[in-house]
Structure formats: structure tokens, C-alpha cells
């Protein structure tokens, strides 16, 4: 498959009168990708807000992601109504932001972790507190978050009862009311009122037939969706390149960008097959295991080669950089409890930040002052001397700058 992310440039640089730079060496190095390698920000939180140190953790993970996905799930971002932790997400946000990284949001309605005071709240005003907590985020952080996932696991929506406290859940019940259609549309509409430049996901671990007429049937409906979620959390085993590929392949028929939003491969023994819900495999220990570790490398190798260099793919976002804390308790990080990186850490850098990344290299250029760059479409930085100047590698033949 040819690689739709590599392409290249030929910049022009010029000084102040405009007079071309002729044989000078300069240095180029890129600066991000255009294609989001994502891991959760879960982590970031304390490490954001001063509440705990975790530099090694951060450093492990900005030396290898660009995209974090921050957690909005309801029911702890506001467990008592009214008093929501917009301050701390936003601490967060914006220590990310500094550092570079594009953030999105997850998720602004979902049935699951829920806030236990909306059951209680009568039917009739459901629909009306969704919105408000909708159009609170997506207002609260246009500018620092301006990707969200706009509703989750919508497939099962409406149908959901497996409640752990037995209580029938408020949303499910709204995603009866409306159908799912509607409760879309819902989520859609208002959250892009509220941020009009926000890039609004639909998110679904289902992949099967179900979810492509759900999409279907809301864009016949004239919803605007901007991009299609892809869960593949694998704690049963690596689906491998082919159905991967065979997911990506049967979305990209909508003709919009595929995100691979939550990714997950285990370095331990694996979940018995014949479990069906995930939530349901309860154990005291999970450990990572050295032929594990060998394993989940070969695998996350071989799965971001495939995904990163399909054309209608535009993000991959790991589910954890560490084990501790991980969902399920499940050895799925790319470091262990203790902070060392397993092999398929040095595997995916070896990736992102390797063979797939231009690190700085220094070119001489012509006499009329031009120079070619060739690389993955990203963020680049161009410098002589002193002077640094930005410039996008995106597949525009030619780029003038003035150093």
C-alpha cells in the first residue's frame, strides 16, 4: 500500500528584501504529525494540577504521542450536580496544550459511568440538563479541547439495563424516547452550537452492520458527523491486519476520516474467549509477562504499519501509556507499574519518532535559495542562524519563507 502520509515540499527561503538565499545551510526537523498518535491524558491530571510528580511518566509520554484524550465521563466529572471539575480538566488542558499536544474530549453523553443523580431527576427534564452539560463543556473548553467524542456506544444506547446499582439509567432511557437518531442529533447539535469549530466524533465499540446503519440513517437525517469513531480494545487476543484493515475499509465507505480511538493489546495471558461483555473477567492479578511483552510488540507493530498508512485513517489513540490503573486491571500499557518501558514502547518510538519522523537534518540550498524536504504531512520548523521559522509539510509543491 503506498503511504498517503509521506510527501514533500520545496521550500523557497528568502531574507528580509526578498533576495533568495543561495547556498546556506540550514536546518530542518519536524515538530508534530498530522496524523494524531493518541494515548490517553487521564494521567496528566494530578501531574497537571501539582496534586503528585509524575515527570518520568510524562516525559515517557510526550516522547512518543501528540493527542490526548482527556475523561469527561459524567459521573465523575460531576458527581454531586452543579460542581463539576472544570478547573482541574482545564489545568490540565492547558499544561498539555503548551506542550504541543491536540486534546479532545471523552465523551460528552454516554450511558455508562454515569451520574447517579440524573435518574433521580424527573423524565420530563432529562433532555434539558443533557444539553446544558453538553453545551457547558463544549463552551467551558472551546479552545483547549476542540475535538470531543459527541456520543458513545450509541448502538446499545437505548437498550442498555446492565446497571450495577439496578437503577434504570436516565439516558437509556432518553435514547428510548428520542431513538437513537435522535439522541444523535442531540449530541451533535448542541455541542456544535455551543464550539461551531469543533471536530464532533460518533464512537462505537459495535462494528458491526448495526453501527454502519446508525451512521447511515443519521446522516441521511442530515446530521453532521465529522468523524467516525473505531473502538478495538483486544484483551482477547490481536484481531490482526486483515479484519483491522477489513474495519477500516467497510467505514471509510461514508467518506469520512476513521479515528482508531480506543486501542488496547495485552502483554499477559489472555482473556478467555467465551467471555462476551469484558467487564465481565474479574481477577485479583493480571500480571505482564516477559513472552507477553513479546508479544504485544510484534502486534502493536505490525497493527500501527497497517492502520497508520491506510488512506482514510487519521488518528490511533493507545488506550494507557502504563499499566497501573489500566481498565480491567489488565497488563495493556506500554510501561509497567514500575515505570520501565516494555518492548512495545521501544517498538512504537521506534515507529513515531524513528523511521516514521524527520529529526533534524541540515540541507544546503541551491542557488535560487530553494531546498526539497520529504517526510510524513505534519508541523515542521525551518532555521539559519538564529532565525526559525514554521512551515507545514501538507503536499504543497512549493513554500516560500522569509528567514
Known amino acids: 500500500m503506498t503511504n498517503p502520509r509521506a510527501t ?87 499544561w498539555l496544550r503548551e506542550r504541543g499536544v491536540r486534546l479532545k474530549g471523552h ?27 453538553v453545551t457547558r463543556e463544549a463552551s467551558d473548553f472551546a479552545g483547549l479541547v476542540d475535538t470531543w467524542d459527541a456520543i458513545n456506544e450509541v448502538a446499545i444506547m437505548p437498550r442498555f439495563d446492565n446497571e450495577p446499582d439496578g437503577v434504570p ?42 453501527y454502519e446503519r446508525l451512521i447511515e440513517d443519521a446522516l441521511e437525517a442530515g446530521v453532521r458527523i465529522d468523524a467516525i469513531g473505531l473502538q478495538t480494545h483486544m484483551h482477547q487476543g490481536y484481531r490482526g491486519e486483515e479484519q483491522l484493515l477489513g474495519f477500516a475499509d467497510r467505514f471509510s465507505r461514508f467518506g469520512l476520516p476513521l479515528h482508531f480511538t480506543e486501542i488496547s493489546l495485552v502483554s499477559g495471558a489472555l482473556m478467555p474467549p467465551e467471555i462476551e461483555d469484558l467487564n465481565d473477567f474479574v481477577v485479583d492479578q493480571w500480571p505482564s509477562t516477559p513472552e507477553g511483552e513479546a508479544r504485544q510488540a510484534d502486534e502493536i507493530t505490525r497493527m500501527y504499519r497497517a492502520l497508520a498508512t491506510h488512506p482514510s485513517v487519521e488518528a490511533i489513540t ?21 515505570g520501565s518501558s516494555k518492548p512495545a514502547y521501544d517498538a512504537l518510538c521506534a515507529l513515531v519518532r ?17 531546498v526539497r524536504v520529504e517526510g510524513w504531512r505534519g508541523d515542521y520548523a525551518v532555521r539559519l542562524g538564529d532565525a526559525e521559522r514554521a512551515f507545514a509539510l501538507s503536499g504543497a509543491a512549493d513554500t516560500d519563507i522569509a528567514l
Open 8 to 94: 514533500h515540499t520545496t521550500l523557497t527561503l528568502r531574507d528580509a528584501d526578498g533576495a533568495p538565499l543561495a547556498h546556506r545551510d540550514v536546518t530542518v526537523a519536524q515538530t508534530r504529525h498530522a496524523f494524531g498518535f493518541g494515548c490517553t491524558g487521564f494521567e496528566f491530571i494530578e501531574h497537571a494540577t501539582g496534586e503528585a510528580d509524575r515527570t518520568a511518566f510524562a516525559d515517557a509520554w510526550l516522547g512518543l504521542f501528540d493527542t490526548a484524550t482527556l475523561p469527561f465521563y459524567w459521573g465523575r466529572f460531576e458527581p454531586e450536580r452543579g460542581a463539576p471539575d472544570t478547573a482541574r480538566l482545564r489545568q490540565a488542558a492547558r
Open 107 to 133: 465523551p460528552l453523553v454516554w450511558h455508562t459511568v454515569k451520574a447517579d443523580w440524573l435518574d433521580r431527576v424527573p423524565e420530563d427534564e432529562v433532555e434539558r440538563i443533557v444539553r446544558d452539560r
Open 169 to 210: 439509567g436516565a439516558i437509556p432511557a432518553l435514547a428510548r424516547s428520542l431513538g437513537r437518531t435522535g439522541i444523535i442529533r442531540l449530541a451533535f447539535e448542541t455541542a456544535r452550537a455551543a464550539n461551531p469549530q469543533a471536530t464532533l466524533l460518533i464512537n462505537d465499540f459495535d462494528l458491526s452492520e448495526d
Open 318 to 338: 493507545y488506550w494507557g501509556l502504563g499499566d497501573g490503573g489500566a481498565w480491567l486491571g489488565a497488563p495493556i500499557g506500554l510501561l509497567r507499574e514500575d
Open 354 to 370: 524513528g523511521e516514521w519522523w524527520h529529526a533534524p537534518q541540515t540541507l544546503r540550498t541551491d542557488t535560487d535559495g530553494r
